[in-house]
């Protein structure tokens, strides 16, 4: 803890959630905010008055409302890499030249897509997206979250390096009828070159004349997929600018627009651009990601939580998970301030979760009796994905709501076995209807609230220098250039290559 504003907020009496709600009628309601067809639900947190206006004096202090200015207007917010951070001009909002450039990359993946739809490269009826990273977790999550199952396209999303996941998709797709979409922003990543390499050679032990005329490349560096072979016509550019984790939104959405339908993606870019407006425009006290980090800096520096729990009640929405450990542990797994200074604070909580209410058979048990304190999110959406008996819908969201209030309630026993201490907190979305507007809502909330506790923290939430020092092992260790690394390593290649 460093600023008074943090001493301040670890001195607060902590009154148990029970006592909040017993001693304010209208906490429910005061805290529970509707969105757009979202409802965000914190009453079930710690936050009260003077939590919240400690909160609002330590942004004053942080200057978060220039931050977020600064965020918006496409100032170079990104200082370490010296740019700025402009997902929200995909969606309409920021420095105007960089909102009309995104707006004519958009109309030249719609007109790609418009030419495959007529045909324009065959007979296409499959796709293979390769991506990693920011790469794939979006479009990925979106398609699981968005497909209706009767799409004209199918779509595969393969990451790994390992052979064993793009292998079966090729044991089941027609080469003749497959467009590969090669997705990197630097255009440079292992994985998805190797993999991008094999599906070529595939192509052609499959008889296609011009394999490479089958693939889109989506990327921020266009020149080294020209040297990759990829013809110009089809690479569609976005800008380097924004970021990897922050791309769904730009070119890297568009096998999810071919395979969706390009009026999906216009639909997400709208639900998103109504968050990042009410991101700009609402008082602290009702803005909604910033509550949330609100809630997160609390647990993670005042009460020492160092995950953070997040579960499904849905499986449309199993992969959400999933990115937000990108989102936010990329974002704000880091140990120096905006200034260099070391971080006093403990940086992004550890995501995790699930999907419910299979979770609640699995880990929920620590959730409820362990010695760590976890914040829990829960998200659920009220109409269901399913046509079967409502029994299974309605069983769904009880389960989900009867775990937010165990939590908080717990229960006493004089056999400390059957005890449950309460005061556990959560959080709860509840999404209307699961469609491409309320999901670019959902996760522009995600990201500015990502953006806020890195504002808090004073940490740059846009770089990833913590994941290059392995990539770079990696390929000095597939180069064999000579370099010896330590013994136990040495060990496992020779156990493994027999060198
Ligand atoms: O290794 C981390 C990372 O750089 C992520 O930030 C990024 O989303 C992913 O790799 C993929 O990178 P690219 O899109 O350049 O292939």
């Keep these: ?47 009260d008055e003077p939590v919240l206006a400690a909160f609002a004096a330590l942004a004053d202090d942080l200057a978060l409302a220039d931050k977020r ?53 065959g007979e296409i009826s499959q ?3 390769l991506g990693i990273g920011g790469s794939a977790l979006g479009p990925k999550m979106l398609y699981q979250a968005l497909r209706l199952g009767d799409e004209k396209y199918e779509l595969a999303i393969v990451s790994n390096i390992d052979g064993s996941a793009l292998e079966p998709v090729l044991e089941r797709f027609d080469a003749h009828r497959t467009l590969l979409v090669v997705a ?42 020209v040297s990759f072979g990829i013809d110009e016509t089809r690479i569609l550019p976005f800008s380097d600018t924004v970021g990897g984790r922050y791309s769904i939104w730009s070119s890297i959405g568009f096998s999810v627009a071919l395979a969706l339908g390009a009026e999906i993606f216009e639909d997400l870019l709208a639900g998103a651009a109504a968050m990042d407006s009410h991101f700009e425009t609402t008082p602290w006290a ?14 993670a520096q005042v009460r020492g939580c160092e995950t953070r729990a997040v579960f499904a009640y849905d499986e449309r929405l199993g992969l959400l998970p999933d990115y937000l450990q990108q989102l936010e542990m990329e974002s704000n797994g880091k140990s120096a301030t905006l200034d260099g200074e070391p971080l006093a604070l403990h940086s992004s909580p550890i995501v995790w979760g699930g999907v419910g209410t299979d979770a609640q058979h699995a880990v929920f048990q620590l959730l409820h009796q362990g010695s760590h304190l976890v914040p829990v999110e829960f998200l659920a959406v009220v109409e269901p994905g399913d046509s079967l008996d409502p029994a299974h819908h309605n069983g769904l969201l009880l389960n989900c709501f009867a775990q937010g209030a165990a939590l908080m309630a717990g229960k006493k026993s004089d056999d400390s076995h059957r005890n ?22 959902l996760l522009a909330f995600y990201e500015h609230r990502t953006f806020v506790n890195a504002a808090l923290l004073n940490i740059n939430p846009f770089d990833q220098f913590g994941v290059e020092l392995g990539k770079h092992m990696a390929n000095s260790l ?20 027999d060198v």
């Design 478 to 497: 597939s180069a064999d250039d000579g370099n010896r690394l330590d013994a136990s390593t040495e060990e496992l290649k020779k156990r493994a290559f």
């Design 184 to 225: 990197s922003k630097t255009f440079t990543t292992a994985e998805t070159l190797l993999n991008a390499r094999s599906v070529l050679d595939w192509m052609g032990e499959q008889g296609v004349d011009d394999p490479l005329g089958q693939v889109v490349a989506l990327t921020a560096d266009p020149e080294q997929a």
């Design 286 to 299: 009702g803005n909604i990601p910033v509550l949330a980090a609100f809630a997160d800096q609390y647990y």
């Design 420 to 441: 449950y201490p309460g005061d556990r907190p959560s959080v709860t979305i509840l999404v209307e209807t699961l469609d491409a507007r309320s999901l670019g809502s």
């Design 127 to 129: 796709i293979i997206h």
């Design 1 to 47: 803890m460093t600023s008074g504003s943090w001493q301040a907020l670890t001195a607060l009496p902590r009154i148990p959630l029970n006592r909040l709600f017993e001693a304010d009628g209208d906490r429910a309601s005061r805290l529970g905010l509707d969105f757009d067809g979202l409802y965000f639900d914190f009453s079930k947190t710690h936050l």
């Design 69 to 121: 200015a600064a965020l918006l207007a496409g100032e170079p917010v990104n200082i370490t890499e010296g740019r700025a951070a402009e997902h929200c001009a995909e969606r309409g909002t920021g420095n105007p030249a960089s909102v009309e450039n995104a707006r004519a990359l958009h109309q030249r993946m719609n007109s790609l897509i418009g030419a495959i739809d007529a045909g324009a490269l």
